[in-house]
């Protein structure tokens, strides 16, 4: 069965470094999303990509974030300058034309 | 605001009990709705949609009451492998879509 994966599972960094974080769509999906879960708290959408392009956004998803298809099949999301309540699980979705999103299995960041 | 209400539980049920989760949403243009399950620590997996004439899985049967904004998941004859959190979803789009979660209900099945 096709799935979506996310590399690293892991990612330890110090407040105000780069973080890169990736995701393999699955591979006839056209629509992709980014979402956090802050531990205890609810999943929360941040950025869904379409053709190449941001769709939508949220509050959350501001100019520390960004998100680039750099080729046929990955899907990344880099957070420029981390912060401490940036400390989450980073979950990737795709979907295709019928709307139901898969999940990858997460990157779980701690930023010190 | 969009935002979609759970009761946060535990629910601690004996394996074989029936357990019925509750979910509201605040946004009456929402266009669909599912159920997602989560285990401790892992992605959210698609459990079922929810459909306006409800509908129903083997164990789990799903409802949706548009004019109160409510929405339902009924679990019969409870596994232990049903503990878990279960996420009640709406999007507000048709087509692609932005998910909102609830917080979710845990779910405790005991031998």
């Known amino acids: 069965e096709p799935e979506v994966t996310q590399t690293p599972s892991h990612q330890v960094t110090q407040m105000g470094q780069e973080v890169i974080l990736r995701c393999v769509p699955i591979?006839?999906?056209?629509?992709f999303y980014w979402y956090r879960q802050i531990l205890g708290q609810k999943v929360e959408f941040l950025v869904s990509?379409?053709?190449?392009?941001?769709?939508?956004k949220s509050e959350i998803f501001d100019d520390q974030f960004s998100v680039e298809r750099p080729d046929g099949s990955n899907f990344t999301l880099k957070i420029r300058s981390t912060k401490l309540e940036d400390s989450a699980m980073y979950f990737c979705?795709?979907?295709?034309?019928?709307?139901?999103?898969?999940f990858g299995p997460g990157t779980r960041l701690l930023v010190l | 605001r969009k935002e979609v209400e759970q009761d946060p539980g535990p629910f601690n049920v004996p394996e074989g009990a029936t357990v019925a989760f509750n979910c509201t949403y605040s946004?009456?243009?929402?266009?669909?709705f599912f159920w997602y399950r989560q285990d401790c620590r892992k992605e959210p997996k698609l459990l079922m949609s929810?459909?306006?004439s409800g509908n129903e899985d083997g164990r789990f049967t799903a409802q949706l009451n548009r004019a109160s904004q409510y929405i339902s998941l009924l679990i019969r004859d409870s596994k232990l492998s049903d503990s878990a959190t279960y996420l009640c979803?709406?999007?507000?789009?048709?087509?692609?879509?932005?998910?909102?979660f609830g917080k979710g209900t845990m779910l405790l099945v005991s031998p």
């Open positions: 929810v459909y306006s």
């Open positions: 979705a795709s979907s295709d034309a019928d709307e139901t999103q898969y």
């Open positions: 946004n009456s243009a929402s266009q669909s």
């Open positions: 591979s006839n999906h056209l629509y």
């Open positions: 990509f379409y053709n190449n392009e941001i769709s939508e």
């Open positions: 979803v709406v999007s507000f789009n048709s087509g692609y879509s932005t998910l909102t």
